[in-house]
């Protein structure tokens, strides 16, 4: 088996002549406005093009002075609302890529929805227009520009630019050769359903949003128990599940409050509010609308703190307004409130789920990259990457599960094309216990080049509290990385790949 060690490595650049940064160098294309053309010496030299498509896309294209011949989109959070990059994470510039980043559409901050209130041509521009025009623009500015065809076209991003990945392999199979989807955010109304259940369950009180029915106290314990019954099933006491599945941890098990609440023990109210967000949303006549949360993350503050039980430390506006108590509030209201009802009065907490799936069907085909056939991009010679971090708080490991299972199912011969990594407790795109330093473009590249598929990623620890210093391997799904037995537990060569028993 091939093991990968994956760094953060300067690729071979070919040869251009040195060109002039300039609006002249530029093609005129048509719906597309240069609003400003710079030369830049971080960190890198390269010239910065900014523009807009359209009425409101606005992009910013990168185009290093020594450019390696390919390019690379990178993926925006949440709402996006600004134009963001995520490849520019990766080292894309250092490494000789022209590389492009957008706003898809509108101006706001990253958990901010109101932008779409009775506007169509922003919510097809969030769901996935933006993407697909700022990809075929900069691509022809980039060819324009260098006076050369491009080698290869790529697409990165996690969360939001996750989602953003699968669609793009999903509705414009033509756009990128190698896609790596972190995290995928790729079903709005099911993160609707999700994050409103748990919103309804962890703030019932919309007035008193100071503190969640689970306090941080409580999530510690809650962790604590779950890392006691499982932690060592692996071969290592390490606070990781290597997969959280396997763990038969019952909230049943907690301690339960006789007479007085307090953080040493749990009400039926606060048990409720676990398990809806271990279990997944119901609507009203018991029927699963979207996948629960794993075991994972319940102590950490950028876990279930910053996504669930955090209490007021966010803000929705730019201008500091509309404080919320966690992410998932913020998230599950916005797209209810703007991008389903477009009604900014609606209320969470009145909402019984009768007609959830009415209420969603006309915004789902805009918003949502559920579709399991990419046969289109896969014939096309396409690659996508899938990484997932377990204990993400914001996107349930589950449900990324459950989209790669739909691809296989549609056409196992799909394993071919598709990778999905799953990362032992690593939080929402990175961070956390776990391993989770990975160059992912590094990766596709590499995949897309060689036609020879990974089977066997190395991940770093991140720097951190945690203070620890090595790597080990991620697997291709569903194998898991077994330790051996003997050996450095941060040492990769000490682990085998093999299938869950």
Known sequence: MSRWILLLCFLPVAAHAQIECSLGNLPELPGVRITSVEAESNPVPHCKAAGVIGPEVRFELLLPVDWNGKFVMGGGGGFVGSVQNQALNYGALESGYATVGTDTGHTGTGIDASWALNNLERVVNFGHQAVHRTAVTAKSMVSHYYQDDIEKNYFVGCSRGGGQALMEAQRYPNDFDGIVAGAPAYSWTGLAAQTTRINQAMYPNPSSLEQAVISPTEGAILESMILSRCDADDGIEDGILNDPRQCDFNIEELPSCSSVDND?????????????????????????????????????????????????????????????????YGFGNGIMKYLVFHDPQWN??????????????????????????ISTFRDNGGKLLIYQGWSDAAISGLATIGYYNEVLIKDPSAKDDVGLYMMPGVLHCSGGAGPSVVNFLDVIDQWVTTGEQPQEL????????????????????????????????????????????
């Not at 503050?301 to 506006?317: A, E, K, M, Y």
């Not at 789920?353 to 918003?367: E, I, M, W």
């Not at 203070?467 to 077994?482: D, I, M, T």
């Open 348 to 373: 969470y907490t009145s909402y019984d789920f009768q007609t959830f799936k009415a209420d969603v069907a006309a915004v789902s085909s805009t918003l949502n990259a559920t579709d399991p056939d």
């Open 458 to 501: 190395v991940a770093t620890f991140p720097p951190g509290p945690n203070q620890r210093v090595g790597s080990r391997p991620l697997c291709p799904f569903p194998q898991l990385a077994q330790y051996d037995g003997s050996g450095d537990v941060f040492d990769p060569s000490n682990f085998s790949c093999v299938n869950p028993d």
């Open 264 to 328: 040493e023990c749990f009400t039926q109210e606060e048990k409720a509010a676990i398990s809806v967000t271990y279990d997944g949303p119901l609507d009203a006549f018991g029927e699963s609308l979207f996948y629960g949360f794993p075991f994972g993350g319940e102590s950490d503050p950028r876990g279930w703190g910053d996504w669930l039980t955090g209490g007021v430390q966010h803000t929705t506006r730019t201008d500091g307004s509309n404080a919320i108590p966690s992410a998932h």
